[in-house]
């Protein structure tokens, strides 16, 4: 079984949304968002799941996160709204593993 569709985009964000802030972010550079909820393959959320952000363009690993404990929701920030990623998420305690389309964007 694998982790179904883990929504990207359109998820707006809110405090209670755990928040990585990559390596490398400068003062007064745009910060755009790539979000969501990790979810199973019938839609059902699945939540403390640990996500692995990447680079699509050359796979290189960006980050990593938790997905909230009772929402499943994770944000990532990053600094351009061009540059396309993927993520890749487990769920520790059931074999469960699933990935992202690749050409996901930061709003």
């Keep these: 079984m694998a982790i179904g569709p883990v929504v990207t985009r359109g998820y707006g964000p809110s405090a209670s949304i755990p928040r990585v802030v990559l390596?490398?972010?400068?003062?007064?550079v745009a910060v755009y968002t790539i979000s969501g909820?990790?979810?199973?393959?019938?839609?059902?959320?699945?939540?403390?799941c640990t996500c692995h952000l990447f680079r699509t363009s050359?796979?290189?690993y960006i980050g990593q996160m938790i997905s909230d404990a009772v929402t499943g929701a994770y944000s990532f920030s990053v600094s351009?709204?061009?540059v396309q990623y993927f993520i890749v998420a487990y769920h520790a305690s059931e074999p469960l593993a699933g990935t992202t389309r690749q050409d996901l964007t930061g709003v």
Aim: negative net charge; without cysteine.
């Design 23 to 28: 390596a490398g972010y400068n003062a007064g």
């Design 37 to 48: 909820i990790t979810r199973d393959h019938l839609g059902v959320v699945l939540p403390s």
């Design 58 to 60: 050359d796979n290189v």
């Design 80 to 82: 351009s709204n061009v």
